[in-house]
């Protein structure tokens, strides 16, 4: 990541910030998805700082400060966008769980960015399941819309999968849902 990419302890604090007070769900949630980032940060092929700072920040974008749109994961991208974080980190927040794909279906632009398909962003959308400990981003998007022909759910499953190969690989236990 660029050196422009503010310390970790700032991007919790920004997280914190947005959603303690207001989505003390959500706060949970990122702090779960940031805890299983550290944890797995060291994979094969997985870029640590993208990887934790995405973690703790995947939920900005439904704050009330940031939501726009009513698209969390484009909210977020911008509000973190007006903040000079890097184009990597955006595109990793944007397009999570398969966003994109809602996005499309939507008719909606994830601002240009573009889901990289990395080791980092697999084990991203395996760190939100892990602390989802459900099925539920799978089946509807983050509009609550339902994923009606799958391919959200199919391409969030390959993420999964690969990162199960690597943490198998390495001989990480998998975390308990």
């Known amino acids: 990541m660029p050196s422009d990419l503010p310390s970790f302890a700032e991007s919790r604090a920004l997280a914190e910030t947005l959603l303690a007070d207001h989505l003390p769900e959500r706060w949970r949630r990122a702090q779960a998805i940031a805890r299983e980032a550290v944890r797995l940060a060291g994979l ?43 184009d990597r980190l955006l595109a990793l927040v944007a397009h999570q769980l398969a966003s994109g794909v809602e996005a499309e279906v939507a008719g909606l632009d994830l601002g240009g960015l573009t ?6 962003r697999d084990t991203l959308w395996w760190c939100a399941l892990v602390a989802d400990a459900g099925a539920a981003p799978l089946v509807s998007g983050p509009d609550g819309r339902t994923d009606t022909d799958g391919r959200r759910r199919d ?14 690989a390495v001989g990480l236990a998998v975390a308990a849902s």
């Open 44 to 86: 094969p092929e997985v870029d640590r700082e993208p990887l934790i700072h995405a973690a703790v920040l995947l939920d900005v974008g439904r704050s009330p400060v940031a939501a726009r749109t009513g698209f969390p994961s484009l909210d977020a991208a911008r509000f973190l966008r007006a903040r000079r974080y890097p």
């Open 115 to 120: 889901d990289e398909e990395s080791a980092t």
């Open 155 to 168: 391409a969030t499953r390959a993420a999964v999968a690969r990162t199960r190969s690597r943490i198998d």
